[in-house]
């Protein structure tokens, strides 16, 4: 007999034959040939003979362990089913000419009779929990089939005479039954099985397939035909519990049937004797096998079982010259049991899923061992190593596409929060790295891309393994993966997500990504990535490097904030001006007189705008338009749209959002573009005249656009007396801020006599220039209005006049006595001169004489003698201090101190016992001592001694000037500035001395 070769065959299932213990022996077991009916309940194998009795083995060493008289004499046990895990046990019996009888054991009481009941035959018989009796007309037809339900509250049995009657009601607790005809036809019944609503019952005929309805009044008449063509052969039909379908064999295989049609066809072409339903999706099939052979023939079964659900076979076993009388059933163990006409007991056991797999590996057949692995919810090292073998096996035959993808799948089964734990049960990185090296040949490049495109959308893949992700993109030129990742990006360097976890995108090494991709060629996908990573200088660069879309990038440009703009536009303003002047000017505009408000859209990501050269007609309009900043402001209102014009005009008006930086940033960017940086000057200048600049850049921006005016002369011959007029304007405008040294420089270099002019004129003081005017011409009078007018505000000037009267003696001849007298006070109350310097002066006349000095010198000499003497009196009167305050600490120090006081100096109360006296003179009782807490400074060193509480401060005022005039011959920094600030420094020196600043070290006293 060959198997169909559609399925696999395999040895899933472990039997052992059992040999009946009492074998040939007079009293035999399960091997007794009058055997009528044999089944297993949760703990016992209970099998009834011809005379009625019922055995109980038991089922880990099969013995005997009870036996009992069932029915009266005459009656014969043919079926026998177990109420689904428990010890309940249904027995059915039949006798000729009487109705059959059913009755339910509880094996648990039966085996806890004593032993002269269990063998008390009018005893047992009696034993049963419920008893039913079943009428069939004249009981003259044997019973084919036999089923109930699990709560065993309707029984239904099947007979040879083509009847089916149903017995309902609640056996297990004996209250009674009715039973009733269902179904009646010619042909014989062959199996009943209830479906799950336990209303309808299939009921299979030897050449019918129906359903009849369990309830209510049918007349005998079925619920649905499912089939009338074709019948069932005895023990060829069985029920499947999970899913209430109706599974019957034939020669050609098996059909599957729900209760309203034929639900599935499974092709088994092979001779069938019996099937029966195990668990899960088994399905055990019975074949009896006829093989010629000389000299007779002998007869052989083939036990089958059928995984219905992979299409294999889990199981075969052959047994030869015997043939199975009955199959049944462990639903506890699981376990199957067939009994052979021999008397031999075979029993099935499915062998551990874990072996099954291995046995299934062993024969290279990974898709059913995966199979497996999924119905019975292996874990995923299981299946992570199912696949990871299939992959390997892939590999070696070369389906290096396979190959991959089961790598793939190993992937998914790995856990990306265990996968650097000790706790996984496979090292992520090892298994990358290994794939890594099986795919890295050049052929083989598509196929590493495709795991580490799955490794990096699971979430597995570190920094390293998307960077060769990437190259493996340029490699094989998938711009589109190429977008969708960089799309995919998520970048993000808030605190907050920083402490979840570092991201592999965040450890990338996007310098080098960029440098890749810029040797690919792919300078979009570098904008994009850069755009991601927020990098405008990089955009910047490579937009005008590398593509030369000048127009989107002033889009570009147009749209950033100002810190960044400010910072392209030094690096970049050179080349832009080169490619798009008046664009470019305008955004310099702008940016430098704050009125640069980013755009909300740009065109970065657009095609290619075109910077078009303008007509020749135009050319000499633009010329024009760069001729100054009234001229440039005019042009673009001509060129712009209403819209725009209307926001350059709110722009314009509205006041500055942020600092104005310092325009010279980019004055080095406009080398060969003098026009343009002439128009950048003067929308500074006007600029700062509006929002009142900072003066050093205005003086900045005076100069270089002064300097700017000079060369145009040299540029432009034809306009020199324009740009002149506008050099001499600018200079004239802002005589005061601009630099006169500067001036002179530049009006020198380009040969500017007016400006030389004006610088020299413009290098001395206002005043002093005005007083040097009149000292020029001799007007002695013109000479004392200045110094009247402004000698207040700038004091030199009284003695520049004083060195003017006495220069010649026209001069000095015309000054009075009274003029000199008002000179020498002011030189006097200013401290411009000293008396020496003033001698000097007027001494430098033969004609001066003392008497125009004679007054100011005796007033000095009497001054300085009031002086003296009062530094003489303050001499004497610290000696006096000096001599008396040593006397006194000599006292102190050596003679006793004599106490006269007889009140408490705080309390004012009579001093008494225990009291304190100071040197001070003051005494206290203890106990107010005590009350004044006295806390000392920082600087004080901790004492026990008491401290005068009256005298306590000013000891701590003395002290601490002690310590500030000790301290201050370390503070150098402070007597040299009050050494360069004293008129007389002599005198600040000797107060240092005085404070003791060249004392070695503070007293302690």
């Excluded at 999970?242 to 309203?260: E, P």
């Excluded at 305008?586 to 290619?608: Q, R, W």
Aim: proline share 4%; with cysteine.
């Amino acid at each position: 007999m060959l198997l169909p070769s559609t399925w696999r065959q395999f040895q899933l299932f472990d039997f052992l034959p059992v040999r009946d213990p009492n074998y040939k022996s007079t009293d035999p077991l399960f091997s007794d040939p009058q055997l009528t009916a044999i089944t297993s309940t949760q703990t016992y194998i209970a099998f009834a003979t011809q005379d009625t009795y019922v055995k109980l083995l038991t089922k880990d060493n099969f013995t005997l362990a009870r036996s009992f008289c069932a029915y009266e004499p005459g009656y014969r046990i043919t079926f026998m089913k177990p109420l689904a895990h428990s010890n309940l046990l249904v027995t059915l019996a039949e006798k000729q000419n009487s109705p059959a009888v059913i009755k339910v054991w509880d094996l648990n009481k039966i085996m806890n009779l004593d032993a002269a009941s269990a063998g008390s035959e009018e005893v047992t018989i009696h034993k049963y929990v419920t008893k039913v009796s079943v009428h069939d007309g004249a009981d003259f037809y044997p019973i084919s089939c036999f089923a109930f339900n699990d709560y065993l509250t309707c029984i239904a049995l099947g007979y040879t005479n083509g009847r089916v009657i149903i017995v309902r009601g609640d056996l297990l607790r004996d209250r009674g039954s009715k039973q009733r005809l269902v179904y009646e036809s010619v042909d014989p019944v062959t199996s009943v099985h209830f479906h799950k609503s336990e209303e309808i019952l299939y009921v299979t005929t030897t050449s019918k397939i129906l359903t009849v309805l369990t309830t209510g009044r049918n007349d005998g008449k079925p619920l649905r035909v499912l089939s009338a063509s074709s019948g069932v052969a005895l023990g060829c039909a069985d029920m499947d519990t999970r899913s209430s379908r109706l599974i019957v064999a034939n020669t050609d295989g098996f059909k599957y049937y729900n209760h309203v049609s034929k639900a599935q066809v499974v092709n088994f072409t092979l001779e069938k004797k019996r099937i029966l339903r195990l668990s899960k999706d088994y399905l055990l099939v019975i074949c009896p096998i006829e093989e010629s052979s000389a000299p007779g023939k002998n007869a052989l079964t083939k036990i089958l079982i059928l995984d219905m659900s992979n299409m294999h076979i889990s199981f075969s076993l052959t047994i030869p010259n015997s043939t199975i009388s009955h199959a049944f059933f462990s639903s506890a163990e699981n376990d199957v049991f067939l009994l052979s006409t021999d008397g031999i007991l075979y029993k099935l056991h499915e062998k551990p899923i874990n072996q099954q797999v291995e046995m299934i590996l062993q024969r290279d057949l990974f898709s059913i061992a995966l199979n497996l692995a999924d119905q019975y919810n292996l874990d995923n090292e299981t299946r992570f190593r199912i696949n990871k073998l299939h992959a390997e096996n892939l590999y070696e035959h070369q389906d290096f596409d396979a190959s991959v993808s089961k790598y793939i799948d190993c992937l998914h089964l790995t856990d990306s929060k265990k996968n650097s734990t000790k706790d996984s049960f496979v090292d992520v990185d090892d298994f990358v790295i290994h794939v890594i090296k099986r795919f890295k040949e050049v052929s083989n490049i598509s196929n590493m891309t495709r795991f580490l495109a799955s490794l990096y959308e699971l979430n597995l893949a570190d920094s390293d393994h998307l960077t060769l992700l990437l190259c493996c993109y340029c490699k094989l030129k998938k711009t589109s993966e190429l977008d969708a990742f960089i799309d995919s990006l998520e970048i993000n360097d808030s605190p907050s997500d920083s402490q979840k976890g570092d991201s592999p995108t965040r450890n990338l090494n996007f310098p080098l990504i960029i440098n890749l991709f810029k040797e690919c060629g792919y300078f979009k996908q570098v904008i994009r990535l850069l755009y991601k990573l927020n990098h405008p200088y990089m955009i910047v660069e490579v937009q005008m490097n590398e593509l030369n879309q000048f127009g989107n990038c002033m889009s570009y440009m147009k749209s950033l904030p100002i810190d960044e703009l400010l910072r392209i536009l030094i690096a970049f303003s050179k080349d832009l001006l080169d490619y798009m002047p008046l664009e470019t000017t305008e955004l310099l505009i702008n940016v430098f007189t704050g009125k640069y408000k980013p755009e909300a859209n740009h065109s970065l990501f657009d095609e290619s705008l075109s910077e078009s050269s303008p007509q020749e007609g135009s050319k000499d309009l633009i010329h024009n338009a760069i001729s100054s900043y009234t001229a440039f402001l005019g042009y673009l209102s001509r060129n712009v749209p209403q819209s725009a014009e209307n926001s350059i005009l709110e722009t314009t008006d509205s006041e500055p959002t942020y600092l104005p930086p310092r325009p010279s940033l980019v004055f080095p960017c406009f080398v060969n573009h003098p026009r343009e940086f002439v128009v950048f000057l003067e929308a500074c200048m006007d600029t700062f005249e509006k929002y009142q600049g900072n003066t050093s850049d205005k003086k900045d921006l005076l100069i270089t656009l002064f300097e700017m005016y000079l060369s145009m002369c040299k540029e432009e011959p034809e306009k020199t007396d324009e740009w002149l007029e506008k050099a001499r304007n600018l200079m004239y405008d802002n005589a005061k801020l601009v630099d006169v040294s500067s001036i002179l420089l530049i009006s020198h270099v380009y040969d500017f006599k007016e400006g030389e002019a004006f610088a020299k004129q413009a290098s001395m003081d206002f005043e002093e220039g005005l007083l040097r005017m009149a000292q020029t011409t001799g007007d002695l009078k013109a000479a004392f209005e200045v110094v009247n007018k402004y000698g207040k505000k700038k004091p030199i000037l009284y003695k520049m006049m004083l060195k003017f009267i006495v220069s010649s003696n026209e001069i000095f001849k015309q000054a009075t006595a009274a003029d000199f007298r008002l000179l020498l006070d002011e030189i006097k109350s200013h401290k411009i001169a000293t008396t020496l310097e003033i001698i000097n002066i007027m001494s430098s006349n033969e004609n001066a004489n003392l008497g125009l000095v004679k007054d100011f010198l005796i007033e000095y000499i009497s001054q300085a003698n009031k002086e003296i003497s009062n530094n003489k009196k303050l001499i004497q009167s610290y000696e006096g201090e000096s001599t008396k305050n040593s006397f006194k600490l000599t006292e102190l120090t050596t003679k006793p101190v004599i106490f006269q006081s007889t009140k408490c100096s705080s309390c004012e109360l009579k001093l008494d016992f225990p009291l304190i006296h100071f040197k001070c003179k003051h005494s206290y009782h203890q106990r107010c001592l005590i009350e004044n807490i006295y806390i000392p400074s920082e600087n004080e060193k901790v004492d026990s001694k008491p401290k005068c509480p009256l005298c306590i401060n000013e000891l701590q005022s003395s002290r601490a000037l002690r310590e500030t005039q000790f301290k201050s011959k370390d503070n150098y920094d402070v007597f040299d500035m009050d050494l360069n600030d004293a008129t007389d420094r002599f005198k600040v020196i000797t107060e240092y001395l005085g404070k003791g600043v060249m004392e070695t070290e503070l007293p302690n006293k």
